[in-house]
C-alpha cells in the first residue's frame, strides 16, 4: 500500500525532532502541527524546514511545523497514532521509549517502522484500558480546569471580597456609597465567571482533540447571546424557553465532546483546499443544532425533576432534608442547575423575610473546605496538590466554591464524594438547629455572615463547623487515594 503525504511527513518531522522520544505531547490547529518537545536542541530546524510539504516552522514554547489546513490535522493524528495515544494526550516514557520510529527514515525500514507503531499503540491501549474509565474521566476533567485554577483564583478573592461588602450593604451595615467600589470588583470577577463557558469550551477542545477556537465558540452557544428575549429559542421536551447557561460546564464539556468526534470525522472526507473552509462551517452547525436542542433541552428535563425532588425534601423537613440538600449542591452546582433555586430563595424571602435554604445549601462548600485541609494534611509531600489547596481555599472560605471543586476534588474523585458528604452532615446540622435564614440571596461560606436573619449568626458559625469537620473526616479516612500521598516535588 503506498504511503501517503500525511504519513511521509508524519515519519520526516519524527526523523527531524529526535524521534517520539522527544516528544511530550502533539496537537494541531488549522494550518500547524503543534509539538511539545523534551529537548530542543534535538531538533534539526533547517532540516526540518527542508521537508517536502513544510511551509515553515515557529518555535515558541512549543514547536509548531506549519504544513497547511486540512493537512495538519490528518499529519498530527498519524504522529500521535504512531505515538501509542490520543491527539492532545500526554506521551508517557513507555511510549516515548521507541525513539527509533521517529528516527529511521530509511526505506527498507518502513515495514519495521509501521510494525513497531502499531505494537506500541497495542501496548498503550492495554494500558490505558487497565484504568478505569471513570479515572480516565477524571483525568481529563483535571486537564481542563487545572489551567483556570490561577484564574479562578484571583477571581474568586475579588469576588469573595466584593460579596462580603455586598453582604454588609444588604445588611445595612456599611452605605451605599460603597456601590461604586462593590460594582467594579464585580466586574473583574465576572471577567471569568460571565464566560466560564467559552475558557472551558476552549480546553476541551485541547483535551479531545477539536479546534480551541471551535470549542470556544459551542461553550459561547449555551450562553444564548444571540436570541431575542422576546423570541426565545423553545425547549424541545416540554415547550418552555431555553435559559442563559441551561446544561451547565458539564453540559459545555459533553458538547465538545461531540464537536471533536464531528470535526475529525467532517476533515476525514473534506478536500484539503476546502478544509478550513468547510470542516468548521459544517462542525459548528451540526454540534451547535446538538447543544441547543438537544443538550441544553435535556439539562432542562433534569432541572424541572429538580424542582419536584427537592420540593419534595423541604416538604419533609428536618435533619434528613438537610443533609439530602447539603449532599447534593454540589452536584447541581456542576451542571449549573443551581440557578433554578433563586425563584424559590425570592419566594421564602417575599413571604416570611429569609430563605432558610440558603445556609443549607451553603454547607456544600464547607464541606468542600473541611476535605481540602484532609487533602492537606494526608498529602503534605505531594508539593503539587498542596500548592492547589492552598491556592483554591482562601476563595472557598469566603464561599466561591469552583476552584476547590474543578481544582482539587472533582478531579481526585473519592474527595468530590466525601466533600459532598460534609455538605450533607452541615446541611444536617443546620436544619437541626432550625429557623436559620438569609435575609436576601448572597454567596456561602464566612460572607455569608452579615445576611444571617434574626441574629442567628452564631448558629449559622456551628453548621460551618459540622461542615468543615464533616468534610475533613470523611475525607480523610475514606476520601484520599493512596497514589496522591507519595512524594512529589513542585514542577
Not at 45 to 54: N, R, S
Not at 127 to 136: C, N, Q, T
Request: proline letters at 4%; hydrophobic letters at 45%.
Amino acid at each position: 500500500m503506498a504511503e501517503s503525504k500525511e504519513q511521509r511527513l508524519a515519519k520526516d518531522i519524527y526523523a527531524q525532532i529526535g524521534g517520539i522520544a522527544n516528544v511530550s505531547s502533539l496537537t494541531n490547529c488549522m494550518t500547524r502541527v503543534r509539538i511539545t518537545l523534551r529537548d530542543d536542541s534535538q531538533v534539526d530546524k533547517e532540516q526540518l524546514e527542508a521537508i517536502d510539504g513544510v511551509m515553515g516552522v515557529v518555535e515558541e514554547n512549543e514547536l509548531q511545523v506549519v504544513v497547511g489546513p486540512g493537512i495538519a490535522g490528518k499529519v498530527a493524528g498519524i504522529m500521535a497514532e504512531q505515538a501509542g495515544v490520543e491527539l492532545g494526550e500526554e506521551i508517557s516514557d513507555d511510549n516515548a521509549a521507541a525513539n527509533d520510529i521517529g528516527g529511521e527514515t530509511d526505506e527498507s525500514d518502513r515495514e519495521k517502522v509501521e510494525s513497531k507503531a502499531k505494537e506500541m499503540k497495542a501496548e498503550s491501549k492495554a494500558k490505558r484500558d487497565k484504568d478505569s474509565r471513570f479515572k480516565r474521566l477524571l483525568k481529563t476533567i483535571a486537564n481542563i480546569f487545572i489551567p483556570l485554577i490561577p484564574a479562578f483564583v484571583g477571581a474568586g478573592i475579588v469576588g469573595g471580597i466584593a460579596s462580603v461588602l455586598a453582604n454588609l450593604q444588604e445588611a445595612g451595615d456599611i452605605s451605599d456609597s460603597w456601590q461604586g467600589i462593590i460594582t467594579t470588583l464585580t466586574v473583574i470577577q465576572s471577567g471569568l465567571y460571565a464566560y466560564l463557558p467559552i475558557f472551558v469550551g476552549i480546553n476541551a477542545a485541547r483535551q479531545f482533540g477539536a479546534t480551541p477556537g471551535l470549542g470556544g465558540v459551542i461553550g459561547a452557544v449555551t450562553m444564548l447571546s444571540g436570541m431575542d428575549p422576546e423570541e426565545p429559542l423553545i425547549n424541545i421536551f416540554n415547550g418552555d424557553a431555553l435559559a442563559s447557561g441551561q446544561g451547565g460546564i458539564i453540559g459545555v464539556i459533553f458538547a465538545v465532546w461531540i464537536l471533536s468526534m464531528v470535526e475529525k470525522r467532517v476533515r476525514k472526507i473534506i478536500p484539503n483546499s476546502l478544509d478550513i473552509i468547510v470542516t468548521p462551517t459544517i462542525t459548528l452547525l451540526l454540534v451547535g443544532l446538538f447543544t441547543i436542542f438537544i443538550v441544553m433541552p435535556a439539562a432542562g428535563l433534569v432541572s424541572s425533576s429538580l424542582v419536584g425532588a427537592i420540593t419534595w425534601v423541604l416538604d419533609i423537613g428536618g435533619a434528613f432534608a438537610g443533609f439530602v440538600l447539603g449532599l447534593f449542591f454540589l452536584p447541581m452546582v456542576m451542571f449549573g442547575l443551581h440557578q433554578i433555586l433563586t425563584p424559590i430563595h425570592i419566594e421564602m424571602i417575599n413571604s416570611s423575610g429569609f430563605t432558610p435554604l440558603l445556609p443549607i445549601l451553603a454547607m456544600a462548600g464547607a464541606g468542600q473546605v473541611g476535605a481540602a485541609f484532609a487533602i492537606w494534611v494526608k498529602c503534605h509531600k505531594n508539593k503539587r496538590i498542596t500548592r492547589l489547596v492552598k491556592g483554591a481555599l482562601p476563595v472557598g472560605i469566603l464561599g466561591i466554591g469552583e476552584p476547590l471543586i474543578y481544582g482539587v476534588t472533582l478531579p481526585l474523585g473519592r474527595p468530590f464524594i466525601t466533600a459532598c458528604i460534609g455538605g450533607g452532615i452541615g446541611g444536617a446540622v443546620v436544619a437541626s438547629i432550625g429557623t436559620i435564614g438569609a435575609t436576601a440571596i448572597g454567596p456561602s461560606g464566612l460572607s455569608l455572615i452579615p445576611l444571617i436573619a434574626n441574629g442567628k449568626w452564631l448558629s449559622y458559625i456551628i453548621g460551618l463547623c459540622a461542615g468543615y469537620l464533616g468534610g475533613f473526616v470523611a475525607t480523610y479516612f475514606f476520601g484520599v487515594p493512596k497514589d496522591i500521598q507519595e512524594e512529589v516535588t513542585e514542577d
